[in-house]
């Protein structure tokens, strides 16, 4: 167990999981995979088996995943060629992400995205949101922006690699503190994002400079103690790149009024899972599945009536109806007068000859 895990508190850690990374991850790491019917499920499987492993290693009573959203964001108005050299994703690869929040629905797993906004940027606002809560704080991404944000409460996970990465890490990968990322990626750019950075400058001759100087500010009001004349000339020459860059790298906090009690999440909830798992014909999934007690049953004139009384069998109850398209529902209350009595329970049937009781208080 590194240190990192040990300061983690289960009833005070949030995972905040980055879908992208985990769908691209997912996509590209495993042989194409298809239904009987033909579709591309590659990808759904690898994301179920990544969150799978997450939730056995650690099992998180707080998690949720964040989302991008499609079309331009704020940083395209600062930069209109922002990701403009970004190829575009696989068509199947939008059929498979609606089958993975499909997933993501049915076991409770709280999914956030906004018009708009990036999934970094949502990250990084709920991040500040829960630590200022006294929650910590995993952001499961491989995500190279993301390190900006590391301190004593934030810590990054590479589920791949499985590692942890706290300040003391990130300070020793690059050679400075973690606060300094921007200044260094405004230096070097990233290719990817279509990000400029200053042309000739590559990560060593930026580790240099973050390391000589505070910020990209006090490398500019400080050129002349730039030691290469090479590189303060090309410094000069790209000064609106370098400012732009940082700008681009820099994340962004939105309010996004999310509550830490909306990602509470339960290893119990993964039976919910159950048919979509039939559905797109996971056996491995399925054969793994925790067998869910059933609730006891009473027989009456040949029906059945089952009284629900743990959250498990609740959630395996929604995906059961849901997979069905059909329900009747009906209000139990402690009087006939519809003014005046109290809603004790709410019966549900999806089936012929099995009904189900929800009782409100037991």
């Not at 009833?11 to 579709?39: C, H, N, W």
């Not at 030691?227 to 681009?248: C, G, V």
């Not at 009536?305 to 959250?311: D, H, L, R």
Request: hydrophobic share 40%.
């Amino acid at each position: 167990m590194t240190h990192i895990e040990k300061k983690l508190d289960s009833k005070k850690t949030v995972f905040i999981i980055d879908g992208s990374s985990f769908l691209y991850r997912a996509f590209y790491a495993l042989k194409p995979m298809f239904t009987i019917q033909g579709e591309p499920i590659g990808a759904v499987f690898g994301f179920c088996r990544m969150m799978k492993k997450l939730i056995d290693t650690f099992n998180p009573e707080y998690m949720l995943v964040a989302w991008d959203m499609k079309g331009a964001t704020e940083r395209h108005e600062l930069f209109p060629d922002y990701k403009a050299t970004r190829q575009a994703a696989p068509q199947d690869l939008f059929v498979q992400k609606d089958h993975i929040q499909k997933f993501a629905d049915a076991i409770g797993l709280l999914q956030v995205s906004k018009q708009g906004v990036e999934a970094d940027d949502i990250m990084y606002s709920l991040a500040q949101d829960f630590a200022v809560q006294g929650y910590h704080v995993v952001l499961v991404t491989t995500d190279k922006d993301m390190g900006q944000m590391v301190n004593h409460t934030v810590v990054l996970y590479d589920s791949f690699k499985e590692q942890f990465y706290g300040r003391e890490e990130l300070e020793q990968k690059y050679g400075f503190p973690p606060e300094k990322l921007p200044f260094y990626f405004a230096l070097i750019g990233d290719s990817s994002d279509n990000i400029p950075g200053v042309k000739g400058i590559g990560p060593k001759g930026a580790t240099d400079l973050v390391q000589q100087f505070l910020s990209l500010h006090d490398l500019y009001e400080h050129i002349n103690l730039v030691p290469k004349e090479r590189m303060r000339q090309l410094l000069l020459e790209n000064k609106d790149n370098a400012l732009l860059s940082e700008q681009l790298f820099l994340l962004r906090y939105h309010p996004l009024a999310i509550a830490i009690e909306q990602s509470k999440f339960s290893s119990r909830q993964w039976v919910g899972a159950q048919p979509l798992f039939q559905e797109l014909g996971f056996k491995s999934l399925l054969k793994e599945m925790p067998a869910v007690e059933q609730p006891p049953a009473s027989v009456r004139y040949g029906l059945k009536f089952i009284a629900i009384s743990q959250a498990d069998q609740l959630q395996q109850l929604c995906a059961a109806i849901k997979k069905a398209g059909q329900c009747a529902i009906d209000t139990e209350t402690d009087g006939l007068n519809a003014y005046q009595a109290g809603l004790v329970g709410i019966s549900l049937c999806y089936e012929a000859g099995t009904a189900y009781y929800i009782p409100l208080c037991l």
